[in-house]
């Protein structure tokens, strides 16, 4: 994974991000594209490419998307195009974006967790986070 | 092949691939326009940015209908009028002869196997379709069975199963093919057809004329196949 961090920080490598990585993570940045406007396929795939997490492809994105709108998360609108044919724009709906607060944080003290445990001196002694509340685990404890 | 063609062949294999999902036409429409448009700002071609189509197509998590079984009457209709048909050709044939309608057994049992592939249709139509082949040997099995029963008939030998007033066959059979058959020409016509809306064009209007007459044209052969009977046995009798 080390050569991995090599180059400009938010450059991917040459070889692309993990496939396992941006599987876990493309869901919550497909979100956060959505977030401060509607937008459409391929504005989402230029947006996450600028953000540094390489070439999306089609076959990926829209496969999410249709879960999204399924799920109420998204809503959408066809909108005819100036040249060229008409754009389905996507946006976050109010769920959509209680879904993003939601995975925003779990993913902010996922990502903490993961770097003190990476941490140079090797694993921090301290507690570890309490992993979201959301998962069946911390359901179960809660429960108890 | 020019890319708008390796396109259009690759939204016909994914049209397909969605169809036979049972995707409701409007869904399809989308989806295609979504594949169109994204190819169009991005300037790769269907494949490159979608993969292979029918695996794209199972990815999707779109509205679909109610699958075709067994008892819809688009398909049970069909099977009774045929099973009616394989009854009523010999009585009729019976009735201008003079003779009684009779029925061995072997005769019986490969009556029902072109009936039983009929009731079938819905289990392996998504496979025939991407293997022709299939649908020949279904339809080669149906043609042997329902020919191959007269040479079991008991004029040659076998012995008599049933034996019935061939008046009674012809009336009761005719009756079950013409009720059948008008079960499926209603509900045929009853049913709007699923067709393919592009979100970006007109709404659709009702479906023309031509279209309705083709869906009904496959529900009326089997009676018209009964009149050709009569007829053909009152002229060369």
């Known amino acids: 994974m080390q050569e991995h961090q090599a180059g400009h920080d938010d450059e991917p490598p040459a070889e692309g991000w993990p496939t396992d990585w941006m599987r876990a993570v493309l869901g919550l940045c497909v979100l956060r594209a959505l977030e401060a406007a509607p937008s459409y396929g391929y504005a989402i795939v230029a947006e996450l490419e600028r953000a540094g997490l390489g070439t999306v492809k089609g076959g990926t994105l829209y496969p999410l998307l249709t879960r999204y709108e399924s799920a109420g998360w998204v809503a959408t609108e066809w909108k005819a195009g100036t040249s ?3 754009r389905k724009y996507f946006s976050l709906t109010a769920a959509g ?6 995975q925003r944080s779990a993913w902010d003290r996922f990502t903490s967790t993961t770097l003190s445990h990476l941490g140079d001196s090797g694993p921090n002694p301290g507690s ?6 959301t998962s069946p685990a911390a359901r179960k404890r809660a429960e108890r | 092949m020019t890319s708008a063609q390796t396109n259009d062949a690759w939204i016909d294999d994914f049209i397909l691939a969605l169809r036979l999902r049972d995707v409701r036409g409007d869904a399809i429409g989308d989806a295609v326009a979504v594949v169109r448009g994204h190819i169009a700002d991005s300037g790769e071609t269907a494949a490159e940015a979608f993969g292979e189509p029918r695996a794209y197509a199972g990815q999707l998590d779109v509205t679909t209908v109610p699958a075709i079984t067994a ?8 099977a009774v009028s045929l099973l009616a048909f394989f009854a009523f050709a010999p009585a009729v044939a019976s009735v201008f002869s003079g003779t009684r309608g009779e029925f061995s057994l072997p005769q019986l049992l490969l009556f029902v196997v072109p009936v039983a592939l009929v009731l079938g249709l819905p289990a392996y139509f998504s ?11 279904a339809f080669g099995l149906a043609v042997l069975s329902a020919t191959g029963a007269a040479l079991f008939a008991p004029d040659r030998g076998y012995p008599v199963l049933a034996s019935w007033d061939p008046w009674w066959v012809a009336a009761i059979s005719g009756a079950i093919l013409l009720g059948a058959s008008s079960w499926s020409i209603v509900a045929a016509l009853r049913d709007e057809p699923d067709v393919i809306v592009d979100p970006n064009g007109p709404a659709p209007g009702p479906s023309p004329r031509s279209h309705r007459l083709a869906t009904v044209v496959p529900h009326v052969l089997l009676p018209a196949a009964a009149l050709a009977c009569i007829v053909g046995e009152a002229v060369l009798g």
């Open chain 2, 71 to 78: 008892l819809d009457p688009v398909v049970l209709g069909p």
């Open chain 1, 84 to 86: 060229g044919p008409g």
């Open chain 1, 97 to 102: 974006r209680a879904a993003l607060a939601g």
């Open chain 2, 127 to 137: 496979v025939g379709v991407r293997h022709l082949w299939l649908f020949a040997i």
């Open chain 1, 128 to 133: 570890p986070a309490e992993p979201p509340s």
